[in-house]
């Protein structure tokens, strides 16, 4: 059981996308009490950072095979299914935290 | 009056908190998010200004190396998020934003258009030939006109290519808004494949790039790659090794931390895209087939994409060294390869080799006119209030239209 969720957001370019990204995540994790750390990575470091990490948010659709749980948040950003990517977001943290 | 003309001399740094702020108020935010909104934007360009100095004291050894000679890399390639970020900087940027939304609500409820474009950022792509006219022409109407101009244009590509895009990338409900990639770099790019298609041989055929890829894949990591810039560039022109290594840790500072403050800027920006785009929501009732138009940002996980961007990063420093007359070598662009190939790859439907010679080509032209346009581009800062010294350019001087339009009419007239 660990104290705080370290949760690692990537996007292409590291710059805008993943910056609104972490901005709509840092919200549902505060409105669900979900103590947690965010980073911010380009897609390409993600094979690099993710032992670091215990959840990987991307902003876009990242096919390549990783040893930690992934989520797609690619619809906070587009304003689509945000209802359901919260939740799942919310679900995940909520099962490392060992709740 | 006096007092706002007080203000306004204070220069973008004092501005655009302001402006932000009375943006947000417009769009409904709250006083203390709109606040901190504004806040945010004018802490990281003044972030952003500090980072170009940095790039600037870094590069000097080399461009003075230059100078003295009278010919070589004697413009400094200052990256898409340095002139993006002073394109924020033009005395009219809000209101342009504010007409751009206002102009988008009134096509959405006449259904001309079915594309929300809450991108706020990358208003840079209209910003950037806004201020370059409103420098070039001396006329802060002109300047407007033309951000408003290519605001609206860029709805337009977006519901274009909004069937494609969704297709190929799978990003539903959405399309791409960016628009140079969009109204420049696409065309070109299905131009490139028509002509593919009647090379016999060459028109049937892909080959995997990964390997070459993997091996090359250290060009991923910005500040790598601004290391070994740096160190080469200081060789090249034969700084003592003290400096080379001085350069080299400077241009990966600049490399890391330029993104770094645009994402400041982002915050703030963000947080007035969301009221933007809850305004708008509010304006059109129920709408239910709306295409909502995004960064190209969003594409780059697409592994065609990603093989590519690798390859064509060492490309690219080649260019420096074969186009004849170049001035600059692309520090900048290196970091903005990225966004020219999405459109290629869309345009090639994946096929790595028509996606390569297509990036290629198209990045060929981009360093070529972002070459011939620099002194335009210098211009252009004088208007921002970010400060440079000597002569700068960028990739935004080679794909965007806009820039490549009222550069050659700024050739032609002037």
């Keep these: ?99 | 009056m006096v007092i706002i003309q007080k203000i306004l001399d204070l220069g973008p740094v004092v501005m655009l908190p302001i402006m932000i702020f009375l943006l947000g108020l417009f769009f409904r935010m709250k006083i203390g998010a709109a606040l901190k909104a504004g806040l945010l934007v004018g802490i990281g360009f003044q972030g952003l200004n500090l980072v170009v100095n940095l790039l600037m004291s870094s590069i000097s050894p080399a461009t003075e190396y230059y100078k003295a000679m009278g010919k070589g890399f004697t413009t400094v390639d200052i990256g898409f998020a340095a002139i993006g970020g002073a394109s924020w900087g033009v005395p009219f940027a809000a209101i342009a934003v504010l007409i751009i939304v206002a102009i988008n609500i009134i096509l959405l409820r006449l259904k001309v258009t079915n594309v929300m474009n809450i991108d706020i950022w990358n208003f840079i792509h209209f910003l950037i030939p806004g201020a370059l006219a409103y420098a070039l022409f001396g006329n802060i109407l002109l300047g407007l006109g033309v951000t408003v101009v290519f605001g609206v244009l860029t709805l337009y590509a977006a519901q274009k290519v909004a069937p494609r895009w969704q297709e190929y990338f799978g990003l539903e409900g959405t399309t791409c808004s960016t628009f140079s990639f969009i109204t420049l770099t696409y065309p070109a790019s299905l131009l490139i494949n028509k002509i593919i298609d009647f090379i016999p041989g060459l028109n049937k055929v892909d080959i995997s790039m990964d390997k070459i890829a993997n091996k090359l894949g250290f060009f991923g990591d910005p500040a790598v790659v601004g290391l070994f810039v740096g160190i080469f560039l200081g060789i090249l022109t034969k700084q003592p090794w003290a400096v080379c290594l001085t350069m080299a840790i400077g241009i990966a500072a600049v490399l890391n931390l330029l993104p770094r403050m645009v994402s400041v800027m982002m915050e703030g920006l963000s947080s007035v895209g969301n009221s933007v785009q809850e305004y708008m929501k509010r304006k059109m009732g129920n709408e239910t087939k709306l295409n909502i138009g995004m960064d190209i940002a969003l594409s780059l996980g697409d592994p065609a994409v990603i093989t590519v961007t690798v390859l064509c990063i060492p490309i690219v420093i080649l260019f420096a060294f074969i186009i004849p007359n170049m001035t600059y070598f692309p520090v900048g662009l290196l970091g903005a390869v990225c966004y020219v190939i999405p459109m290629c790859a869309m345009a090639s439907d994946g096929n790595v080799l028509r996606t390569f010679i297509s990036s290629v080509i198209n990045l060929f032209f981009v360093v070529l006119l972002s070459n011939y346009f620099a002194p335009e581009a210098t211009e252009m800062m004088k208007v921002t209030g970010v400060k440079v010294s000597g002569m700068i350019t960028d990739g935004h001087f080679g794909f965007n239209i806009g820039n490549i339009i009222i550069g050659f009419l700024s050739k032609v007239l002037r």
């Design chain 1, 1 to 99: 059981m660990s104290k705080e969720v370290n949760i690692l957001v990537a996007c292409g370019s590291g710059v805008a996308t993943s910056t609104v990204a972490q901005e709509k995540v840092k919200v549902i994790l505060k409105d669900a009490h979900v103590p947690a750390k965010i980073t911010k990575s380009t897609l390409s470091e993600i094979p690099s950072k993710q032992n670091d990490v215990d959840l990987i948010l991307t902003t876009s659709k990242y096919n390549k095979p990783l040893n930690k749980p992934v989520i797609s948040v690619f619809g906070l950003i587009s304003g689509i299914n945000q209802e359901n990517i919260k939740k799942q977001i919310v679900d995940e943290c909520n099962k490392i935290l060992g709740k």
